[in-house]
C-alpha cells in the first residue's frame, strides 16, 4: 500500500527555537496533505490543508505565522512551528490523498512528537 | 461549523460484539472514515463510506445514512488486540464550487475489551 514518510519521530528543542516536520509520500503523488495535532488521550485535530502550488488552507483558532506550512512537490509538505514554546509541545501527524484516488482513504504519516523546554 | 461526536469510553467483553456510533452535522460531506488508533501510534484505515448502507470487511463493518448523519462501526467477535481507540472522521468538500477537501475527525471512541 501507499507509504507516507514523516520525519523526525521525535524532537526535542528549547524554547524559541523553529522545528521543521516533513511529510513525504513515498509511492504515489498527493495533491493534498493534512496537518494535524494530538494531545494525550485525544483525537486528532485539523490543523491546516496544505494543497500543492497554493497556499495552505488553516482551521479556525490555528495561527498562520507560527505554523508554516509548505507543499512545494507532489510528494513533499513541510510543517514549521516557529519560535516553539513549551505548550507547542505534542504529537503532530500528517496524512495524504492519493491523487489518483481522491475519495479514498488516507495515508498516515507516524509522526512526531514535539517536546519544547 | 462541524460536529463530529462518539462516545468517549466504550467497554466490551472479548467474543461480543460492539457498536461505536458516530453523530454528525457538517456541511459539504463527501464520506466517512473509520480509523483505529492504539496508543502512541499513527491511525490505521478501518472503512471508507460514501453511500448509505452498510459495508462489511471481515469482522468490521460500517454503516452510514446521510440524511440523519449518522454512522455506526460494528466489531465482531472481539479480541483483547481490538483494544484502541475507533476514530470517525469525515471528508468535506468547501470553497469556490466545492474545489478543497479537507478531513475532519470526532472526538474519538476509547474501547477496552476485557476477557
Known amino acids: 500500500g501507499a507509504v507516507v514518510s514523516q520525519h523526525p519521530s521525535r524532537v526535542i528543542c528549547k524554547s524559541g527555537t523553529s522545528v521543521k516536520i516533513e511529510c513525504r509520500s513515498l509511492?504515489?503523488?498527493?495533491?493534498?496533505m493534512f496537518w494535524y495535532r494530538q494531545f494525550p488521550k485525544q483525537s486528532l485535530m485539523l490543523m491546516a490543508t496544505?494543497?500543492?502550488?497554493?497556499?495552505?488552507?488553516?482551521e479556525q483558532g490555528v495561527e498562520k505565522d507560527k505554523f508554516l506550512i509548505n507543499h512545494a512537490s507532489l510528494t513533499l509538505s513541510t510543517l514549521t512551528v516557529t519560535s516553539a514554546h513549551p505548550e507547542d509541545s505534542s504529537f503532530y501527524i500528517c496524512?495524504?490523498?492519493?491523487?489518483?484516488?481522491?475519495?479514498?482513504?488516507?495515508?498516515f504519516g507516524s509522526g512526531t512528537q514535539l517536546s519544547v523546554l | 461549523g462541524q460536529n463530529i461526536d462518539q462516545p468517549t469510553e466504550m467497554t466490551a467483553t472479548e467474543g461480543a460484539i460492539v457498536q461505536i456510533n458516530c453523530t454528525y452535522q457538517?456541511?459539504?460531506?463527501?464520506?466517512l472514515f473509520w480509523y483505529q488508533q492504539h496508543a502512541g501510534e499513527a491511525p490505521t484505515f478501518l472503512s471508507y463510506?460514501?453511500?448509505?448502507g452498510l459495508e462489511e470487511k471481515g469482522r468490521f463493518s460500517s454503516f452510514l445514512s446521510r440524511s440523519k448523519g449518522y454512522s455506526y462501526l460494528l466489531l465482531k467477535e472481539l479480541q483483547m488486540k481490538d483494544s484502541a481507540s475507533y476514530l470517525c472522521?469525515?471528508?468535506?468538500?468547501?470553497?469556490?464550487?466545492?474545489?478543497?477537501?479537507?478531513?475532519?475527525f470526532g472526538t474519538g471512541t476509547k474501547l477496552q475489551v476485557i476477557p
Open positions: 496524512s495524504a490523498r492519493d491523487r489518483q484516488e481522491p475519495n479514498e482513504k488516507l495515508f
Open positions: 509511492d504515489f503523488q498527493a495533491t493534498t
Open positions: 496544505s494543497n500543492e502550488g497554493s497556499k495552505a488552507t488553516y
Open positions: 457538517t456541511s459539504g460531506f463527501n464520506g
Open positions: 463510506n460514501v453511500l448509505d
Open positions: 472522521a469525515v471528508s468535506l468538500l468547501f470553497g469556490d464550487s466545492g474545489g478543497y477537501q479537507k478531513v475532519t
